[in-house]
């Protein structure tokens, strides 16, 4: 009668007792990570701080920070002359991580027609402007409580008559 009452008590926890698969999210820990594609992104761009931290650019009072400030951009991005199909108007955007020693890295791209309806009308054009964007090296670390982090950064260029009309933001 011990032997029934002991495998009695036993056999609830041992039926109880189950490994947990552990679960792997397929999200991001924050709305707009980028996280790293060994088939897209350089090797040898390091992040500064954890890989599940990096602020957005405007999450500070310093706002945009690239030296000579968005004109500078605008006025190399003029000498160069990049253009693509006539006919096409929409939005491209760039968006990347600027580390704690103003490197840029982990750059994704997007473009949209002027209904902001994903589209990749013109491949060339957007291929220019995201190797415009990654020769761009005057971006200026940002601080958080006086230690230097990894931030967003995005630019957006308004396509018009397959010009860039306007960089935003």
Not at 4 to 33: N, R
Not at 110 to 138: C, H, S, V
Not at 144 to 158: A, E, I, W
Request: glycine share 6%.
């Amino acid at each position: 009668m011990k032997n029934f009452l002991f495998i009695l008590f036993l056999f609830p926890l041992l039926t109880s007792c189950q490994t947990e698969k552990a679960v792997v999210s397929k999200y991001s820990a924050h709305v707009g990570d980028i996280t790293f594609d060994e088939k897209i992104d350089d090797p040898k761009f390091k992040r500064c701080l954890s890989e599940d931290f990096g602020i957005q650019y405007y999450n500070d009072s310093q706002g945009f920070q690239y030296k000579g400030e968005k004109i500078s951009i605008e006025e190399k991005l003029k000498s160069l002359n990049i253009e693509g199909d006539k006919k096409l108007k929409g939005y491209i955007t760039v968006r990347f991580l600027v580390n704690c020693d103003g490197k840029s890295g982990l750059f994704r791209v997007q473009q949209m027609n002027q209904e902001y309806k994903e589209t990749d009308a013109d491949k060339e054009l957007t291929d220019q402007l995201l190797i415009f964007t990654k020769n761009l090296n005057g971006w200026i670390p940002k601080k958080l409580d006086g230690k230097k982090v990894d931030y967003y950064q995005y630019l957006t260029y308004k396509i018009e008559n397959g010009k860039v009309s306007e960089i935003l933001p």
